[in-house]
T-cell receptor
Framework: KQEVTQIPAALSVPEGENLVLNCSFT??????LQWFRQDPGKGLTSLLL?????REQTSGRLNASLDKSSGRSTLYIAASQPGDSATYLC???????????FGKGTHLIIQP | ETGVTQTPRHLVMGMTNKKSLKCEQH?????MYWYKQSAKKPLELMFV???????ENNSVPSRFSPECPNSSHLFLHLHTLQPEDSALYLC????????????FGQGTRLTVV
């Protein structure tokens, strides 16, 4: 059974810092990995999708990497801003009839 | 309207009530999903529909009953729920071929009293 772990569970940093969120998964047989953002009481917004054959994806100040063989992904946020405050979720898809398997998320606070 | 839309956004129901949650996707996807998000727990997959056929239910209690009348609409029928069923219920859709990227609705916050 696939399990996804996110470290740290919570993170509070001053505005302007670069930061890294970590995600690990136990079964490397994945089709893709997605990073999502969730604001309190809201749905999930897709940030980045990495296919199993890819090593990284970039969108603006966000960069996600994938090391499928070691079961790890990182989300790098450059020059953090207070508007980046949210919970960040990592999820993997095994393909076929599976849904996504999620981690518990990293609750991020960027201090002005 | 684009993306995935869920209604209602908030719902309070008694344990003897019957209610339904609705999800509509405007992305042309061929798979739709229901997830449950409870406090301090990862999102849990409840149901998967692919090409309007249910492919997985993950041992969800029978008081939750899904319905997928066509590829754009998904319902979750609720009856005789328990207080521990209070949670955020999220609908998602994806295209099973290609990138497989999943898109989520804004969720329905359900409170069972």
């Amino acid at each position: 059974k696939q399990e996804v772990t996110q470290i740290p569970a919570a993170l509070s940093v001053p505005e302007g810092e670069n930061l890294v969120l970590n995600c690990s998964f136990t079964d490397s047989a994945i089709y893709n990995l997605q990073w999502f953002r969730q604001d309190p009481g809201k749905g999930l917004t897709s940030l980045l999708l990495i296919q199993s054959s890819q090593r990284e994806q970039t969108s603006g100040r966000l960069n996600a990497s994938l090391d499928k063989s070691s079961g790890r992904s990182t989300l790098y946020i450059a020059a953090s801003q207070p508007g980046d405050s949210a919970t960040y979720l990592c999820a993997v898809w095994g393909g076929g009839a599976d849904g996504l398997t999620f981690g518990k998320g990293t609750h991020l606070i960027i201090q002005p | 309207e684009t993306g995935v839309t869920q209604t209602p956004r908030h719902l309070v129901m008694g344990m003897t009530n019957k209610k339904s949650l609705k999800c509509e996707q405007h992305l042309g996807h061929n798979a739709m999903y229901w997830y449950k998000q409870s406090a301090k727990k990862p999102l849990e997959l409840m149901f998967v529909y692919s090409l309007e056929e249910r492919v997985e239910n993950n041992s969800v209690p029978s008081r939750f009953s899904p319905e997928c009348p066509n590829s754009s609409h998904l319902f979750l029928h609720l009856h005789t729920l328990q207080p521990e069923d209070s949670a955020l219920y999220l609908c998602a859709s994806s295209q099973r071929s290609g990138s497989g990227e999943a898109f989520f609705g804004q969720g329905t916050r359900l409170t069972v009293v």
